[in-house]
């Protein structure tokens, strides 16, 4: 199972800036400050991506609370997507659109309509109705070593493109996992329990990452989940280049 924390020598002191806040925030965390809309990634071997509004048919449990300065997120509401075990990067996108250039708003808008396009037919409900570039679920619940197979960063980016808060999977492959928090697309969470098995597609659910718990409204249950950890910091603010240079651990673009 993939670690969730990253080293602990990162700061989470950040410069003030104007980022947009998520659809899907609701509470604050004081000491997290997310970045500027600036694209925050600058290699070349990882895709740049523009951030979307998430979800629009999310529900916030309470009204968000941001200011000019700083915006973060610790909550996520809304129908979950089922899933089982060893969901490869295959079918979460499928190779052939790895040609779409996250970068680009409008390729990065239809890589989020082929998120989930490559599962197998036993799955009935799919995850993105034909025509619409995002899901109606923004929670993916899943089993074990979700996001296994090759290596692609367009997996997360495909289902953030998609609207997608969280993952909660029993585990993870490593890659994914940590292609999630480089990104900052979506929150890759563990469950101490075999959740997949007790949730179906549809069931309103919501994800508190302070109290690191998954709430099924539908059912009335309550699971624990792993503490995000030093991660959570580096997804709020877009990724780790963005935390990076808002941490000032390498320079700004604009110097």
């Given at each position: 199972?993939?670690?969730?924390?990253?080293?602990?020598?990162?700061?989470?002191?950040?410069?003030?800036?104007?980022?947009?806040?998520?659809?899907?925030?609701?509470?604050?965390?004081?000491?997290?400050?997310?970045p500027s809309n600036n694209?925050?990634?600058?290699?070349?071997?990882?895709?740049?991506?523009?951030?979307?509004?998430?979800?629009?048919?999310?529900?916030?449990?309470?009204?968000?609370?941001?200011?000019?300065?700083?915006?973060?997120?610790?909550?996520?509401?809304?129908?979950?997507?089922?899933?089982?075990?060893?969901?490869?990067?295959?079918?979460?996108?499928?190779?052939?659109?790895?040609?779409?250039?996250?970068?680009?708003?409008?390729?990065?808008?239809?890589?989020?309509?082929?998120?989930?396009?490559?599962?197998?037919?036993?799955?009935?409900?799919?995850?993105?109705?034909?025509g619409e570039f995002t899901?109606?679920?923004?929670?993916?619940?899943?089993?074990?070593?979700?996001?296994?197979?090759?290596?692609?960063?367009?997996?997360?980016?495909?289902?953030?493109?998609?609207?997608?808060?969280?993952?909660?999977?029993?585990?993870?492959?490593?890659?994914?996992?940590?292609?999630?928090?480089?990104?900052?697309?979506?929150?890759?969470?563990?469950?101490?329990?075999?959740?997949?098995?007790?949730?179906?597609?549809?069931?309103?659910?919501?994800?508190?990452?302070?109290?690191?718990?998954?709430?099924?409204?539908?059912?009335?249950?309550?699971?624990?989940?792993?503490?995000?950890?030093?991660?959570?910091?580096?997804?709020?603010?877009g990724g780790i280049f963005?935390?990076?240079?808002?941490?000032?651990?390498?320079?700004?673009?604009?110097?």
């Amino acid at each position: 199972m993939a670690a969730s924390t990253l080293s602990s020598s990162i700061t989470t002191t950040f410069k003030p800036s104007l980022h947009p806040p998520r659809a899907s925030a609701i509470h604050p965390l004081p000491s997290i400050k997310l970045p500027s809309n600036n694209n925050p990634f600058n290699n070349p071997l990882i895709s740049q991506f523009t951030p979307t509004t998430k979800n629009p048919t999310l529900t916030p449990l309470l009204s968000a609370t941001t200011t000019p300065e700083t915006t973060t997120a610790t909550a996520f509401h809304g129908l979950c997507y089922v899933v089982g075990d060893n969901i490869d990067t295959d079918q979460i996108i499928p190779a052939e659109y790895l040609t779409l250039v996250p970068s680009n708003p409008e390729e990065y808008k239809k890589l989020g309509s082929y998120a989930l396009c490559g599962l197998p037919s036993s799955y009935q409900t799919r995850f993105i109705e034909p025509g619409e570039f995002t899901s109606k679920y923004s929670i993916i619940i899943g089993g074990d070593n979700f996001g296994c197979g090759s290596s692609r960063e367009h997996a997360p980016v495909a289902l953030g493109a998609a609207g997608v808060a969280a993952v909660v999977a029993e585990s993870y492959a490593r890659i994914f996992f940590r292609n999630s928090v480089a990104t900052g697309e979506v929150y890759p969470l563990d469950s101490e329990v075999r959740i997949c098995d007790e949730c179906k597609t549809g069931d309103v659910v919501t994800v508190e990452l302070g109290e690191s718990r998954l709430i099924n409204h539908t059912t009335g249950k309550e699971y624990k989940l792993k503490p995000i950890g030093d991660a959570g910091p580096v997804i709020e603010a877009g990724g780790i280049f963005a935390y990076a240079r808002k941490a000032g651990m390498i320079p700004n673009r604009e110097a």
